[in-house]
């Protein structure tokens, strides 16, 4: 016997080695595991923990009817995973995106983003949360965090599809199961305490979670019940070289005054439909203009190609500025577009509640009821410092432009302060060309690399902004379904229905205070960051540097204190009149300081129901096994509230003349306010000079009544901003390693205590956010940017199965899904009408006096439908007694795009004179970006082949190979000439007719151009019962994926035109974890890779910086001063992470824990990857992002099982 049992253990050992060496050597064939005869039974062995957990997870796979991986619940709590996102990182082709504290945010399944890929909790969909209020998605992706991983039970990546899986995933869907009461032997109770601390933070948070479970009458009732409970203290240290980290670095001045170019446009990379619509005011179009621009050879050459237009209309002349600076862009030297520290505390209190019944009525019908609740808390403490004014450019006082000829030109004022000089440069003054900057630069100081990089300067005049924002997220999700469970000797049925609630509110308040200290040297280090030398006097700490009284300064011509300071504003529909005042009448005052408060809500929810019916056929019927149709109904909703505001009828006839009717404004949410001190001069004091106004004086702004000005005195203001600093609650960027010179951490605001303070702080509430009262008096609805779908499937499927020679089995399934979908989009649009009167003169078409003019807003719905049928097929060979698999799957898949993609918005003109133009269209015009919900979802064809070897219960290798064939991708921005009103039964307020009668020419969006990719995934893992001594107990898991993509169409990058990959693909991920288990000490380490991934074109929605001129999927495209500047790609870098835990069994009941994550302390970097570094290599890193290593202990005390 004790022979037989070596003999197994030792072939046992041979397949073991073998399934990990092929795998982590990728060569090398092994030999089939032969398992031989033995009296001891595989029933006789019992086998718990991780080894346990490993073998549920290879039989979860094993079992599968379409390709799968999985994980299950011990395995998830035997990770060191805060989070399912983090627990189904771990599986094969699934990569994390880890947020900036270093907690797992998002997963990307096979490249798809989480938006492309659709995650049931037990069925039903869950729902974007924090995104609905931070508007940062467009309502798919789901957010995982609220999620424990201890009411988990399973959770599969199904990375192919069967005619009965619910669509709304390009290349993977994960599926949650939670436990059920039933699930259980005996009565059962865990409980689990502990504590975490971030090192940079160090305060301890607690940490529980309870499960109980038990059955009742007979074992036919389960009930399980558990409840967690979280406080996590987050802390993201933040250093930043570009503005909001989306932006590129700027080329806005020529410093080294090289005859060599920057850079030079690619005029092959211009692209969509409005390249060649000409400018307005030109014979140029975008085409032409990055043609000529990148023809010239010299900065000569530009003013060759785009001459000056002295005698033109002021359009013409400003137009041309714009044409002549584009192409003296490609001269300018890249700089820093801002350097920005960040110190980001957040308290994350999460609280989940998940109680589920299951009675078994008969021995083949089970009905049961499931409510989830998971709720999460967070308060955010976002603090920045700028320490550096990049660039104080022709700051009023410091600059004298010639008043003839053309072009002008600028010069230093004789009266400007020390520090400032002049440089190159163009600029529009007044609808003039007017030559020079005067900048805060020293010019010798100013040092350039050969590929045109600033790597050192001095800049003069600086001031500090520290910068605070405070909020508070709130969010709360509701899962709930109740159904039925067949199970007969044939027949099966399934029937649920069930709904899942979001909402998510959000509240910002943030302040701002800065000094002026001097000058300050930057100096580029071999990181990529930049060091700040600051003066010895520099003294940030001092409340007193901040309130800094300035005597007003001169507007236009004069001297002080004879000289205007303060205009005369005229009496209007925002405000009464104002007199002109001297600068000798006005008091001395510090800069303003801004305060706001941003208010934000989001609400979503699916409503679904399913039935499934299968029919068991194996005995009747040959080949086919099942049978299996069914239907479901969902019904998604979203709607989302930002600050609003808005005219809801402009005003008709002139301000202060017989007739006038004002216009109806409803006021935003948003409060928008400043805060200064003042004090008076004697000039101010005397009769008619103008005094402080201490205290709250609002808005006379209709559509601002909710802010307005605090003022106080010098030293009331420095008490308000003494009591209200926050002392450092760690060092910056501490424990990093390698953290070199980076500056010192940096007080803080308590901006709720400073807010309070203020007598705007009356409206920092929810109380304007889904309706206000407008300027009439009367309540109206505030923009909300809804969608509506309604989405119906049918499907059918059928299984097969065929013993074939040689005892191969072939197996499988085919089937196909209909999917059909109802699909509409609100948003507020204005709507503006232009009329002619009866004095009309075509001849003069803009005539105030020929005109009516009037604008009306309203939330505007456009409707959709679209179809789909999805078939799918799945064929599996097993050979070698069910140990070796080849699977082959091919289906069509849809995700359905972006919400924000779907509704309607922006501004449209019905204007009358188009009608009186014989030479016209008789089409009308909408400016902004009108939504189209009857997009086509993203749609694909999904293939995968895989090769799985089972030679035991605790091995598995596998390799496999998917094609994402990409037929319709992400929607593309374009003008159309259509009635996009079709459908709706919005009306003209002016005329009653109705606007599907109308013919606009619309920026909207269309369906995308495809793209391919292939996956390559490797897979080992195993346990070496093999080997002597404590090794006995161990086991590894390794897994690799390699993805590529192949587009010829898509975001390229502006100069070399090189194509992108997808946004937010890794070409690769690894994972690999050791584990040690003898029943005692459970110890794990995983590792975890990513490699860097593409993210956007710069400025990635941003409005400055950046400035594109029509390419395919880019933003800020539109030629605005300073001129086209194109963007750069915008990567995230590769990470890797460590994390580790141990456990020790005391006795059966209790248990001791310790877990880390990052124990290496890794800190993740954005830049632009190989494109446009510096002339020594030096990367250009955007962002250096830090959230520093966490721990976490406790104790788990369990009963039965």
Not at 141 to 151: M, V
Not at 887 to 895: I, N, P, S, W
Not at 964 to 978: E, F, S, Y
Request: hydrophobic share 35%.
């Amino acid at each position: 016997m004790k022979h037989r049992i070596d003999v197994r253990h030792i072939m046992v050992a041979t397949a073991s080695w073998s399934a990990l060496g092929l795998a982590l050597l990728s060569g090398g064939q092994v030999a089939a595991q032969s398992t031989g005869s033995s009296s001891v039974s595989e029933a006789d062995i019992v086998v718990v923990g991780s080894r346990a957990s490993q073998q549920s997870a290879n039989n979860r796979k094993k079992d599968a009817k379409t390709a799968t991986d999985s994980i299950v619940a011990d395995d998830i709590g035997s990770f060191p995973d805060r989070n399912v996102n983090e627990a189904i990182s771990r599986i094969p082709g699934v990569a994390l995106g880890r947020n900036e504290f270093g907690e797992g945010e998002s997963v990307a399944v096979r490249g798809n983003g989480p938006d492309l890929t659709r995650v049931e909790l037990d069925g039903i969909g869950v729902q974007s949360t924090t995104g609905l209020a931070l508007g940062t998605s467009g309502g798919r992706s789901a957010d995982l965090r609220e999620l424990p991983a201890e009411i988990v039970k399973s959770v599969d990546v199904v990375k192919g599809s069967t005619a009965d899986m619910t669509e709304g995933s390009l290349g993977g869907s994960v599926q949650i199961k939670t436990r059920t009461g039933l699930d259980f032997k005996k009565p059962y109770f865990s409980f689990r305490g502990g504590a975490g601390q971030n090192s940079l933070g160090k305060d301890w948070t607690p940490d529980f979670n309870a499960v109980a479970a038990r059955k009742f009458f007979d074992d036919r009732l389960g009930v399980i019940v558990s409840g967690s409970y979280s406080k996590i203290q987050n802390n993201g240290h933040g250093y930043e070289t570009t503005t909001s980290n989306n932006r590129g670095y700027a080329r806005l001045f020529d410093f080294d005054q090289s005859p060599e170019k920057t850079f030079e446009y690619n005029p092959s990379v211009i692209g969509t439909d409005a390249a060649d619509v000409l400018f307005p005011n030109s014979s140029e179009t975008p085409r032409s203009l990055i043609t000529k621009s990148a023809s010239a050879q010299s900065k000569a050459d530009c003013f060759n190609l785009f001459p000056h237009n002295p005698t033109g209309t002021t359009g013409q002349r400003s137009q041309r500025i714009l044409e002549q600076q584009s192409c003296l862009n490609q001269w300018n030297d890249y700089t820093p577009s801002l350097l920005r520290n960040f110190m980001n505390t957040q308290t994350d209190e999460r609280y989940a509640i998940d109680a589920r019944l299951d009675y078994r009525l008969t021995d083949n019908l089970t009905v049961f009821a499931k409510g989830t609740m998971a709720n999460r808390k967070v308060h955010d403490q976002n603090r920045s410092r700028n320490p550096v004014t990049l660039f104080g450019q022709n700051i009023n006082g410091t600059f004298v432009d010639s008043t003839t000829g053309y072009p002008r030109r600028r010069t230093v004022s004789p009266t400007a302060p020390a520090g400032y000089y002049l440089f190159d440069g163009l600029n529009n003054v007044g609808n003039n060309a007017t030559f020079g900057n005067v900048l805060n630069v020293v010019p010798g100081s100013v040092v350039v690399d050969d590929s045109h990089n600033v790597t050192q300067m001095t800049l003069t005049n600086n001031a500090v902004n520290i910068d605070q924002i405070e909020n508070t997220i709130d969010t709360k999700t509701k899962y709930g379904q109740f159904g039925a469970e067949y199970r007969g000797d044939r027949l099966e049925i399934d029937a649920m229905a069930g709904m899942t609630q979001a909402r998510s509110s959000r509240g910002d308040m943030r302040t701002s205070r800065n000094y002026a200290y001097g000058d300050a040297t930057l100096t580029l280090q071999p990181n990529g960051l930049w060091d700040v030398a600051l003066p010895d006097n520099y003294d940030e700490t001092n409340p007193a540097n901040f309130v800094q009284l300035n005597a007003p300064t001169c507007i236009g011509g004069g001297t002080a204190p004879t000289c205007i300071g303060q205009t005369a504003v005229a009496a209007g529909p925002n405000g009464p009149a104002t007199p002109a005042y001297t600068v000798g009448q006005m008091p001395l005052t510090t800069p303003s300081f801004g305060v706001s408060y941003s208010p934000q809500l989001g609400e979503s929810s699916e409503r679904i129901a399913k039935l499934d019916i299968a029919y068991k056929t194996d005995e009747f019927l040959p080949f086919i096994t099942r049978v299996k149709v069914g239907g479901m109904y969902r019904k998604n909703k979203l709607d989302r509230w930002g600050g609003g505001g808005y005219t809801v009828s402009s005003a008709v006839g002139t301000f202060g003349q017989p007739g006038y009717v004002p216009a109806v404004i409803v006021p935003t949410a948003n409060v928008r306010g400043t805060l200064r001190a003042c004090q008076p001069t004697a000039g101010s004091s005397a009769p008619g000079g103008l005094g402080c106004n201490y205290g709250f004086v609002p808005s006379t702004n209709p559509l601002n009544v909710r802010s307005g000005v605090d003022t106080l005195t010098p030293g009331d203001l420095e008490a308000l901003f003494r009591r209200t600093l926050e002392d450092s609650d760690s060092q910056y960027f501490g424990g990093l390693p390698n953290r070199g010179n980076l500056p010192p951490a940096w007080q803080g605001i308590r901006t709720d205590e400073l807010f309070d303070a203020l007598g705007a702080s009356q409206y920092m509430n929810f109380d304007c956010l889904k309706t206000c009262m407008g300027s009439d008096g009367q309540m109206y609805d505030q923009p909300v940017t809804r969608v509506r779908e309604e989405i119906k499937n049918i499907y059918a499927m059928l299984d097969f199965e065929q013993q074939l020679p040689w005892g191969l089995v072939f197996n499988g399934n085919v089937g196909v899904r209909g999917v059909f979908a109802k699909v509409s989009g609100s948003a507020l649009l204005t709507l503006s009408t232009i009329r002619t009167t009866p004095t009309f003169n075509p001849a003069d078409p803009d005539n105030p006096g020929g005109i009516i003019v009037q604008t009306f807003s309203q939330n505007t719905t456009l409707n959709a439908s679209t179809s789909d049928w999805l078939p799918s097929f799945n064929f599996n060979l097993w050979g070698f007694n069910d140990t070796v698999a080849l699977r082959l799957y091919g289906g069509k898949t849809v995700a359905r795009p972006s919400m924000d993609r779907l509704i309607a918005g922006g501004t449209c003109t019905i204007d009358q004179r188009s009608l009186l133009d014989t030479s016209g269209d008789d089409i009308f015009g909408c400016t902004g970006r009108v939504g189209n919900p009857g997009l086509q979802p993203f749609t694909a064809w999904s293939y995968n082949a895989s090769l799985e070897w089972y030679p035991n219960a605790d091995t598995l290798l596998s390799v496999a190979y998917g094609k994402l064939d990409v037929k319709t991708g992400n929607p593309i921005a374009v003008t159309r000439i259509a009635r996009p009103f079709a459908g709706s039964d919005q009306v003209d307020p002016a005329t009653g007719q109705p606007l599907s009668d109308y013919e606009f020419s619309y920026p909207t969006w269309d369906n995308g151009p495809g793209y391919k990719r292939s996956i390559w995934e490797f897979s080992a893992k195993t346990a070496f019962t093999f080997l002597p001594w404590f090794l006995k107990y161990t086991g590894a898991d390794v897994n690799m994926s390699i993805l590529g993509s192949s587009a010829t169409t898509g975001q390229q990058d502006p100069l070399t035109g090189d194509v992108m990959a997808p946004p937010e693909e890794s070409k690769r991920y690894l994972n690999a974890s050791l584990w040690y288990d003898d029943g005692k000490i459970n110890m794990r380490v995983a590792y975890q890779k990513r490699s860097a991934r593409f993210s956007c074109i710069t400025p990635c929605g941003g409005n400055n910086i950046d400035i594109n001129y029509p390419g395919e999927q880019w933003t800020n495209v539109r030629l605005v001063a300073p001129g086209y500047n194109p963007g750069v790609p915008r990567f995230i870098d590769s990470t890797t992470f460590i994390d580790a835990k141990i456990s020790y069994n005391v006795t059966r009941n209790f248990q001791i824990y310790m877990e880390g994550r990052n124990m290496t302390r890794e800190a993740a970097t954005i830049s632009t990857g190989s494109y446009v570094p510096f002339a020594d290599g030096t990367p250009r890193v955007m962002r250096l992002s830090y959230g520093g290593r966490r721990i976490m202990g406790g104790i788990r005390i369990q009963f039965g099982n």
